[in-house]
């Protein structure tokens, strides 16, 4: 069964700082990864997401993740943060074969000025 | 643009009362999906159908049923309301495969137990 672990529930950060939040996934095969956002009172919006080739994958406003098969991770990362980044982040994981997502329990990122 | 609607937004419900919340989509996508959020735990699947007139049991299916009627629509019902069942619900719908994957969630449907 396909689970993950986000092991930071909060992740405080200065604008304009570089930023990572940590995801970590079990799944015995290659599966699918997924990065989500929440602003508040709204619903999920994709940002970005690893199916196959280059595990380092691009998505929006500057966001990107690698994906690691042998530390079973896939770490979000955007190198200067902005005061609208500030939101509940999920990662997700999906057997290739099995349209349903497995989510974490989110991290909320602050960006202070 | 993909659009995933639900209703109502917020509703208060009395315990052992009849609870529907409804799901639309102009996605035209075969699959969709009933989550609910709760702090500490993210979404967890409570149903989720492959088309008009299927559904499927998630990880949570327990005092919950769900109905597809259409390929646009697909509600959740509950029978009999328990405040354990307080909680925000997203309706999701989505396609599968390769480039194609990916789930598209409504705003949302607030509900409160008393």
């Known amino acids: 069964a396909q689970s993950v672990t986000q092991p930071d529930a909060r992740v405080t950060v200065s604008e304009g700082a570089s930023l990572q939040l940590r995801c970590k996934y079990s799944y015995s095969a290659t599966p699918y990864l997924f990065w989500y956002v929440q602003y508040p009172r709204q619903g999920l919006q994709m940002l970005l997401k690893y199916y196959s080739g280059d595990p380092v994958v691009q998505g929006v406003n500057g966001f990107e993740a690698e994906f690691s098969k042998s530390d079973s991770s896939f770490h979000l990362r955007k190198a200067s943060v902005h005061w609208s980044d500030s939101a509940v982040y999920f990662c997700?994981?999906?057997?290739?074969?099995?349209?349903?997502?497995?989510f974490g329990s989110g991290t909320k990122l602050t960006v202070e000025p | 643009e993909a659009a995933v609607t639900q209703s109502p937004r917020n509703k208060v419900a009395v315990t052992g009362g009849k609870v529907t919340l409804s799901c639309n989509q102009t996605?035209?996508?075969?699959?969709m999906y009933w989550y609910r959020q709760d702090t500490g735990h993210g979404l967890r699947l409570i149903h989720y159908s492959y088309g008009a007139g299927s559904t499927e049991k998630g990880d949570i299916p327990d005092g919950y049923k769900a109905s597809r009627p259409s390929q646009e629509n697909f509600s959740l019902i509950l029978e009999l309301a328990t405040p354990s069942q307080t909680s925000v619900y997203f309706c999701?719908?989505?396609?599968?495969?390769?480039?194609?994957?990916?789930?598209?969630f409504g705003p949302g449907t607030r509900l409160t137990v008393l």
């Open positions: 996605n035209n996508h075969n699959n």
């Open positions: 999701a719908s989505g396609d599968w495969g390769g480039a194609y994957a990916e789930q598209f």
């Open positions: 997700a994981v999906s057997a290739p074969n099995y349209n349903v997502l497995y």
